[in-house]
């Protein structure tokens, strides 16, 4: 394996071992409303992750962690929407970003 390839996965595992530390003190600060914050910061972490495009020549590993931390954030957010606490309204309004997301995504891949 070359230097630079060694370096990107170093970058990925420190990535997301920052990523877990946080996660974990969001779930150790906030105990059951901690969902909704680690489903929010896993959107933004999705949107800054989909911004390294720009930089990074291999984008394989960064295509795993857009599309990790946005899965993980919106299965968060659902399950605290309809499990924790019932929140009908924010259901319509997640699943409205879902489908607003999947009309993007689409629209970027059909460029190609």
Do not use: C, E, Q, T
């Not at 595992?13 to 105990?31: P, R, T």
């Not at 969902?35 to 291999?58: C, Q």
């Amino acid at each position: 394996m070359d230097k630079k390839k060694d370096i990107g996965v170093m970058v990925a595992i420190l990535v997301a071992i920052i990523s877990l530390l946080i996660f974990i003190s969001l779930y150790i600060s906030y105990g059951s409303r901690s969902p909704i914050y680690i489903g929010i910061l896993s959107i933004v972490f999705s949107g800054i992750s989909y911004i390294m495009h720009a930089f990074i020549a291999n984008r394989k590993i960064v295509n795993i962690f857009v599309g990790g931390y946005y899965v993980l954030g919106i299965a968060s957010l659902f399950i605290y929407l309809s499990l924790i606490s019932f929140n009908l309204n924010g259901i319509i309004l997640l699943l409205i970003f879902i489908l607003f997301s999947f009309v993007l995504i689409y629209w970027r891949y059909s460029l190609k």
